[in-house]
């Protein structure tokens, strides 16, 4: 399994950007995919991610109402539209695959994945 992501880059504060994942290896419509990041000197955290057993995404709160997830499931992708960004969204944002056995309480949790991107640098100036 291949996650290959993009999108990444730098952006003033209140900007815009829109990271992309594209699994291949395989047939990911009912998995789970998304975004976790790793802030500065922080440990990688939940952002959000799609479960495709629901068609429903879920989100950390602290970026709901700002970044919105969409699957593409004929290209088994997911992407991620981030707006309104602040310097504190500054990280590398990793794209992950969980089996669509995941339970929801587990979502939030890194070991509940098994797959991961490269990561993608996201950098947001004040």
């Known amino acids: 399994v291949q996650l290959v992501e993009s999108g990444g880059g730098s952006v003033q504060a209140g900007g815009s950007l829109r990271l992309s994942c594209t699994a291949s290896?395989?047939?990911?419509?009912?998995?789970?995919m998304g975004w976790f990041r790793q802030r500065p000197g922080k440990e990688r955290e939940f952002v959000g991610v799609?479960?495709?057993?629901?068609?429903?995404?879920y989100y950390a709160n602290s970026v709901k109402g700002r970044f919105t997830l969409s699957r593409d499931y004929g290209k088994d992708a997911v992407y991620m539209q981030m707006n309104s960004l602040t310097p504190e969204d500054t990280a590398v944002y990793y794209c992950?695959?969980?089996?669509?056995?995941?339970?929801?309480?587990?979502?939030?949790?890194?070991?509940?994945?098994?797959?991961w991107g490269q990561g993608t640098q996201v950098t947001v100036s004040s």
């Open positions: 290896g395989g047939t990911f419509r009912r998995y789970v």
């Open positions: 992950a695959v969980a089996r669509p056995s995941t339970i929801l309480s587990s979502l939030g949790n890194i070991d509940a994945y098994d797959y």
């Open positions: 799609f479960r495709g057993t629901e068609n429903r995404a």
